[in-house]
Each structure stands twice: as C-alpha cells, then as structure tokens.
C-alpha cells in the first residue's frame, strides 16, 4: 500500500534537497560581488600618537632658502717678501692691527751684504778712475795750451826774421836761398800752429764726450748701489695697507723665497659673507638677488655680488655684500643664517615641512580620511619649497589633513589604520 508522503513547508521547505540549487547560486553570487567590490589595498595598523598631522592650506608661498655663510674681509692682500733671506724676527703677531708700512718680519740675507760691499768698491774704483782720468786730461790739456802759446811765440818770430830777411834780400845783401830759408821756415811753424789748434780742438771734443761717458756711466753705478740698498730696506717686510694682520706662515731661522706668501693682512671696515648653496639652486641664483638675516635682535639686508661656476661637493659658493649698514660688532670668520629671496611671493596650496620628502621625494602622501581612524596613500606633485612648507602642485585641497612625520616603518602599505 502506497504512503502518501507530505509536501515539506516553512523552514524545512528552505533546508530541503530542492533547495540546495538556490543556496549555492547565491553563494556564488555573494563571492562575485565580494570580489567586484573589496579592497585590494595593504593595511597597517600604527599607533597615531606617534604620527604628525598637519593641515593642507591655502596662502601665499614665500620664495626663499636659508643658507649659512661666513663673514671675511671684502679686500685680503697677500704679504710677500721683496727679497729672499732668513726670517731673523717676528714683530707682529696674528690679529693685530697694522698701519700701512709697519714692519711685519725682519729677514736678513748674507749674500746681499756681500753684494752691496762689493757695489761700493766697485763705484769707488770708478770715482778715482773718473777723477785720475779728468786730471790726466786737465794735464794734456794744459801742455796743449803751452804748445799753442810756444807756437804762436816761435810764428811771431818767423814772421819778424822773414820781414828783415825779405829787405836784406832786396838790398842784395844776402843770397836767395836764405831768405827762401827764412820763408820756410816762417810757413812750417805757420802750419805747426794751424795743426796744434786744430789738434786741441779735436781733444777738447774727446774729452767732453769720453767725461760725459763716464759721468753717466759713474751715475749708472750710483742708480745701481741705490737699488741694491733698497734690496737691503726690502728684506724688512711692510703691511701694504691699514688692516688686521689675519695669518703668518712662517717661523724664526725658515729660508723664503722672493715673493713667497707668508701672511696675509685683512683691510677693515668692509666685509663680504661667503655662502655655500647646494648645487640644486645653481640655475636660480645669481648676482643681484637680496638676503635677510638677524643679529642682535636687528634684520640686516645683503646682495649677492658674485657667483662662483664651480660645484665642489654638491655646493657652489656665492659671495654677499651689506646693501646698507652692517653689524657693528662684527668679526671675520663669524656665521651668519640668511634668508635668500629666489622669487616673488605668490598663492599656492602648501602642506608644512616633514621628513616624510624622504621617503617619497614628494611625489606621494598619506592623506587623513575625513572621518579619522585612517589615512590612504595618494599620488600628489610638489613644487617648490621653503623652511616652512612645500608648494603642492597637484593632488591635495585646502582642508585636508596629511602625514608629514617619516614613513620608514610604513613599508608600502596603501592604508594606515590609526
């Protein structure tokens, strides 16, 4: 006899065999949607007391770096000896103060000693030379001048024994040939004086020119000894200028060389600040741009007047004069903290300073989600930067609020849970 089975209802209807199909199709429905909308994104839990957060705001970014420089004299000349010698004594020491022309160093030099004895016996020798050689000439001068005279003398005599022979001949009392005598010898003593007085004029020519010779050659010598004795005042070394003695580099008993640096002097008054900047602002400062900074509880104005092209350990060195007044207390060698002003202010959006630029060299952040609790990664572009803040480009609004400690313990995680 055939059992009429029941038809199942409520509760057992839903856990019956013919409804294993329905299960299974919303379970697998269910896994669809749960892997459509889950997120994918690494999670990690910190501790957000640890955290720095700061708010994303809108407001005027100030173009500017802060550098450090040191304060040197604007004007530093070398001191070099003249002359070569022997350090025998110090008499100013570093940081003292010079006027121009006090001895610094006295050297001394053996073989310029023996160099100007053996100049003044030379000029000496040439002195007596000259004077031996003007009286010899006064001499043959004076016996040239007697020749004259005697000839003139024995002319005259000629003459007067030519006339009387010339009557006698014409009386017929003596013959032709000695009154032919007489005009000879009247005619040879003629020439005699003639060549004589010719002779002394060409020796008084010779004497001018061989006195004139050695006067100026006499001089030469005496030029010479002057030099060779300034050689001598040379081997005390002068300050050149009013200043600060700043270094010496020599020591008692060393050997220097002429023209050897051995100290330098530090002229007073006017000071530059040289800065040294990283290399990644060396395509926007240049000579002109102003600086700021504070002493004593004062501001003080620089400009930059020169930029050095070389870069030397990733720095390139820029050199600052006081546009007005300076530090009244002011010391070379002190350091100075300057604001330089690469450009002009302008509204931007800027997040403060962090050390998470560190990690992500600014091209990401973890942004604070609205209701707290946690912050996700985004993609952000920074700009440029200050010692206050960064200028954000892209990627974040005013309002928002960021992570801006350092992100070395946060891996790669996409979502910080607070």
């Excluded at 420089?69 to 022997?86: D, F, L, N």
């Excluded at 032919?180 to 005699?192: I, Q």
């Excluded at 010598?221 to 040379?234: E, S, W």
Aim: proline share 3%.
């Amino acid at each position: 006899m055939d059992r009429v089975l029941e038809k199942k209802k409520g509760i057992a209807l839903v856990f019956s065999k013919k409804a294993l199909p329905y299960w299974f199709g919303a379970f697998m429905a269910a896994f669809i949607l749960w892997l459509i909308f889950r997120d994918d994104a690494s999670t990690l839990r910190v501790n957000g007391d640890t955290l720095s957060v700061s708010e994303v705001t809108a407001g005027e970014f100030n173009d500017y770096i802060r550098i450090s420089g040191q304060v040197h004299p604007m004007t530093t000349i070398q001191v070099s000896p003249r002359e070569a010698g022997i350090v025998e004594e110090i008499v100013i020491e570093e940081g003292t103060q010079v006027k121009a022309g006090d001895v610094i160093i006295r050297l001394s030099n053996d073989d310029l000693d023996l160099e100007i004895l053996n100049s003044e016996a030379n000029l000496a020798e040439k002195e007596n030379a000259l004077r031996n050689t003007m009286i010899q000439m006064e001499q043959e001068k004076m016996q040239l001048s007697l020749n004259i005279l005697e000839l003139e003398t024995e002319v005259k005599r000629k003459g007067r024994a030519l006339e009387s022979q010339k009557r006698l001949f014409d009386d017929g009392l003596i013959g032709k040939e000695e009154y032919l005598r007489s005009e000879e010898d009247y005619v040879l003593f003629c020439k005699k004086l003639e060549v004589t007085m010719a002779r002394a004029g060409q020796d008084s020519m010779y004497r001018e020119v061989q006195i004139r010779q050695m006067e100026e050659s006499l001089d030469n010598m005496k030029i010479n000894m002057q030099r060779i004795r300034r050689r001598k005042d040379n081997l005390d070394v002068k300050a050149p200028i009013d200043g600060v003695i700043g270094l010496i580099e020599v020591g008692l008993g060393e050997s220097v060389g002429s023209g050897r640096k051995i100290g330098q002097i530090n002229a007073e008054g006017s000071y530059k600040i040289e800065a040294q900047i990283d290399e990644h602002y060396i395509d926007r400062v240049f000579a002109g741009l102003t600086a700021t900074f504070e002493r004593q509880n004062e501001t003080f104005d620089a400009v930059i007047r020169k930029v050095y092209p070389e870069v030397r350990n990733g720095k390139f060195q820029a050199d600052f004069r006081f546009s007005e007044e300076q530090p009244s207390n002011i010391r070379t060698g002190q350091t100075y903290y300057l604001n330089l002003q690469l450009g002009q202010p302008e509204s931007a959006i800027l997040i403060p300073r962090g050390t998470f630029y560190q990690k992500t060299g600014g091209k990401w952040i973890y942004v604070v989600a609205p209701e707290g609790g946690k912050a996700v990664r985004r993609e952000i572009r920074i700009g440029r930067q200050n010692p206050q803040f960064y200028e954000v480009l892209e990627g974040l609004e005013p309002g928002e609020r960021v992570i801006t400690s350092g992100y070395d313990n946060f891996g790669d995680n996409e979502v910080l849970v607070f």
